[in-house]
């Protein structure tokens, strides 16, 4: 166990939607990152959030956006559902990246499977 | 540009076989932090091991090794005495200590462990 928990761990929707994903990260982690894992594309980076701020964008569609909130849970939002946003969304955390020596270990939540049909 | 090959996408090996996972990355940075993480089959991803680019010492953690050659670029897991409980894919991931912190991560090997 991680430690980051992700709710629900399964979502079914149809296409055109909006979904919400939730996470919680570690105990003291303020850095939230989100991943996409799908069949074709592989593990990709969305975003990063450390202490409620955009740290940093990867391949995220504009249809998608995340917050963190002052109690350091972060939610991913997903509109205008399409088939190929089915996929396994990871949320990872980690401590404080600005620290000394600088820590990358990312603990990864369970995941959270949407599926769009 | 950042960029990790894992050239292995399945490997099936008997159970107590040796098996060797491939990574070979490719980065401008001189810091960097390569990673080896498991996925297996109920979906998690476990963290196994972080290296700096600073530090080429093999690491070994029981039946699990890494190897790192900065000449080579490659960031090599072994498994001794494979386990059908090893089976699962990994990744190999690498982040730029310079850059948004975000890894960049292979495509993964699946392994089979056959018993």
């Known amino acids: 166990d991680s430690g980051v928990t992700q709710t629900p761990k399964h979502l079914i929707t149809a296409t055109g939607q909006r979904v919400t994903l939730r996470c919680s990260p570690r105990?003291?982690?303020?850095?939230v990152y989100w991943y996409q894992q799908s069949l074709d594309q592989g593990l990709q980076f969305l975003i990063h959030?450390?202490?409620?701020?955009?740290?940093a964008k990867g391949n995220i569609l504009e249809r998608f956006s995340a917050q963190q909130f002052p109690d350091l849970h972060s939610e991913l939002n997903l509109s205008s559902l399409e088939l190929g946003d089915s996929a396994l969304y990871f949320c990872?955390?980690?401590?404080?990246?600005?620290?000394?020596?600088?820590?990358?270990?990312?603990?990864f939540g369970p995941g959270t499977r949407l599926t769009v049909t | 540009a950042q960029k990790v090959t894992q050239a292995q996408t399945e490997i099936s090996v008997v159970e107590k076989e040796d098996v060797t996972l491939d990574c070979v990355y490719e980065?401008?940075?001189?810091?960097?932090?390569l990673f080896w993480y498991k996925q297996p089959p109920s979906g998690e991803l476990v963290f196994l091991i972080r290296?700096?680019?600073?530090?080429?010492q093999n690491e070994i953690s029981g039946r699990y090794s890494w190897n790192f050659q900065k000449s080579t670029s490659s960031f090599n897991f072994t498994i001794t005495a494979s386990q059908v409980v090893d089976s699962a894919v990994y990744f190999c991931?690498?982040?730029?200590?310079?850059?948004?912190?975000?890894?960049?991560f292979g495509k993964g090997t699946r392994l089979h462990i056959l018993p």
């Open positions: 980065t401008r940075d001189t810091t960097y932090y």
């Open positions: 105990s003291g982690d303020l850095s």
């Open positions: 990872a955390s980690s401590v404080d990246p600005g620290a000394t020596p600088r820590s990358y270990e990312q603990y």
């Open positions: 290296r700096n680019s600073f530090d080429e």
């Open positions: 991931a690498l982040s730029e200590a310079n850059r948004d912190d975000k890894i960049i």
């Open positions: 959030y450390y202490n409620g701020e955009e740290r």
